[in-house]
Structure formats: C-alpha cells, structure tokens
C-alpha cells in the first residue's frame, strides 16, 4: 500500500510539471524528447522558443523553455525599443522658397502612441518662431483660456493658453516660452487641448532629440521675433 501510494504521488508530481519548466537537451540531436512539451505551449511561446534555438549556436547546461522564451521576450523588447527610439527622435528640416531663396527651419515629432495623432512643431520663419501643437482633433478659432495642458516627465502639470485656429492645432509666436523651453528639458512630454466647445484631446510625445534639434531652429532664428 506504501509503494503504490509512493507511485500515485510520482504520477500526480509529474502530471503537474509546467510544460516551461522542463530542461532542454544540450544536444540538439536530443530536442525531439520534448516534444510532448513543446506541443502544450501557447502558439507564442512557440514562436519564441524556436526563435532562441535558432539565435544560438549552442544550448547551455540546465536551460528550460520557460527561460528561453523569457530570454528572447526580453531580446525582442530591447530590439523594439530601440527601433521605437530612432522612430521617435526629432527632425529637423531646412527649405529655401524657390522664389525668394528665403530659409525656413523647423523641427517637428509626431504623436508618441499608438492610436494617438497630432505634433509638435518649432518653426523660424522670416517673420519670427512659431510652435505649432496639435492632438489630432479639431480646434477651431474661439479663444479659451487655459487651453493647453501639458506635463513633462513626472513634473507637475503646466496650464497655459495658446492662439487658437480653425484646424486642429494651436500656436503661440514666442521663443521664450516655458512651454518651449520645456521641450528641451525632458525625456516625454502630455499635452492635452481644449477646444472651442470646451472638448479636449491629448497625445503623448517623445522628446528625444528635441533639444539639439529646438535649439538649432532658435539659433538660426535669433534675429527674429
């Protein structure tokens, strides 16, 4: 009776082993005897662990697919990350009219997130700065005050007031701005705008790049407003 119970309680040990804990073969001649496991993963756990075996030439002493999966979400995550950081450093342009042979400079980023829209735009024109903010939706021409909202990084929120338009952005033609100058001083930026019926929409941005970027429109635009 002792004996069989040992064995019942081998069986249910066994029966309650995760399919992630199970140890993968050095050998690769050898991954065929975890099959069984393999088969009881997610569809992307899957994916992951073949994409491990597949980035390593050899397969380490006591390595589980548990493991490996996290191994390679986690190299998968940094990859992305890197390629979100290049996506969202800002730009910065110059374009010389054909007519005048006028330069204008600007930097610019687009909306942060996913299913967010909008930019932020550091114009010099001929006549002076302009920033231009948008969230993607519309504005329209009546003046609210306190219309722009915006925080950076963990920084207390900043209430302002911009110029409204008929569009879908608001702008302001000062280059001493705090809302300027607080592009520069971060790493995200919130902003959030209230419109003519008093609806408001936000949309996050990086502010990766926005200094070096920023500060060479405002040195070509010294001279001016």
Not at 36 to 64: C, V
């Amino acid at each position: 009776m002792k004996r069989y119970f040992v064995l019942i309680f081998v069986i249910a040990l066994g029966a309650c082993t995760k399919p992630i804990d199970t140890v993968v073969p050095t050998s690769r001649d050898k991954l065929k005897s975890i099959n069984p496991q393999f088969e009881k993963l997610t569809p992307e756990e899957k994916n992951l662990f073949r994409s491990y075996l597949n980035d390593h030439n050899t397969i380490p002493e006591g390595l589980t697919i548990g493991k490996a999966i996290n191994e390679e979400r986690t190299k998968i995550k940094a990859l992305q990350e890197q390629l979100r950081s290049l996506k969202e450093d800002w730009r910065f342009e110059t374009t010389v009219d054909k007519f005048t042979d006028e330069k204008t400079v600007f930097a610019s980023i687009s909306a942060l997130n996913d299913g967010e829209s909008g930019f932020i735009d550091v114009h010099c024109f001929p006549s002076g700065i302009e920033v231009k903010v948008s969230a993607g939706k519309y504005i329209g021409d009546s003046r609210i005050s306190g219309n722009v909202k915006y925080r950076v990084d963990n920084n207390t929120a900043v209430v302002t007031t911009m110029n409204p338009t008929s569009k879908e952005y608001v702008y302001e033609n000062d280059k001493d701005s705090k809302f300027l100058k607080a592009l520069m001083s971060g790493k995200k930026i919130i902003v959030q705008l209230t419109s003519y019926n008093f609806e408001t929409s936000s949309a996050s941005f990086s502010l990766n790049g926005a200094e070096p970027a920023i500060s060479k429109v405002l040195a070509l635009c010294k001279n001016r407003k």
